[in-house]
């Protein structure tokens, strides 16, 4: 089974000056929605694999995943387009700390909603929603800590594992954090002590899970295909900008 993890394109969190213009689930600047076209294309003509491979199979992922947050959604949505398939969102795909806005004071991460099932049906009617998803958001809780964290990364990549015998590509758009998260824990680095693992704006990485339990790093943190102009450096993996 190979995998491709996808960070989100630009988001306005990722052009923000301070922790006062932070916005808890912000939309893709204009900036984002030209790299997320990028991202289609390139994924349409199966550039993200070997040439062999897209001859033997033309079918770029069998599956795109997005989580329920709104940078990742409208990410997706020229992928979904682009490859012909409808996007699945994953909620425990979503970035670290969950859906949240800070107190006054800057002291307290306060839980949110989240988008609900007809905002996201309304703004995203092709995409297939778990049941997760309710009137009430999708989010509704307190900011994620670090126990919670480990626990949702374990999830998804034993999900991942228990498809490895599978000839599929999966594609996951997601979150810096998150992928980071996912990839420490892969590597069975302690998240806790700070090591981070850089994903620029749509950036790919891809990984090949089989069945002997052998998983082979293709490539981490792609980007070079997008326009320079829209290669946004990003020197530190700031947790609440993912």
Not at 12 to 36: A, M
Not at 180 to 195: C, P, R, V
Request: proline fraction near 5%; glycine fraction near 6%.
């Amino acid at each position: 089974m190979n995998l491709f993890l996808i960070r989100h394109a630009e988001s306005k969190n990722n052009i923000r000056k301070s922790y006062q213009e932070r916005v808890s689930d912000p939309e893709l600047t204009e900036n984002g929605h030209l790299q997320s076209t990028y991202l289609a294309e390139f994924l349409q003509k199966g550039l993200h694999l070997s040439q062999r491979e897209f001859e033997e199979n033309e079918r770029p992922f069998d599956q795109i995943f997005c989580s329920a947050m709104q940078r990742s959604l409208e990410t997706v949505r020229p992928i979904g387009v682009a490859v012909g398939l409808k996007p699945e969102v994953w909620l425990d795909i979503h970035e670290v700390g969950g859906i949240y806005e800070f107190n006054a004071d800057f002291t307290k991460k306060i839980g949110l909603p989240g988008l609900n099932r007809e905002q996201i049906q309304c703004s995203f009617p092709d995409y297939l929603l778990p049941d997760g998803i309710g009137d009430d958001g999708w989010w509704n809780k307190s900011a994620e800590t670090l126990p919670e964290i480990i626990l949702r990364a374990k999830r998804v990549l034993n999900i991942i594992k228990n498809r490895a015998e599978e000839n599929v590509r999966l594609g996951l758009v997601t979150h810096g954090a998150f992928i980071s998260s996912f990839l420490s824990l892969l590597f069975n680095l302690n998240i806790a002590d700070g090591i981070a693992f850089q994903s620029h704006n749509c950036s790919i990485s891809r990984l090949t899970f089989e069945r002997n339990k052998k998983v082979t790093i293709q490539y981490l943190n792609f980007y070079s295909y997008l326009p320079e102009n829209l290669r946004v450096p990003r020197p530190d993996l700031n947790l609440e900008n993912g």
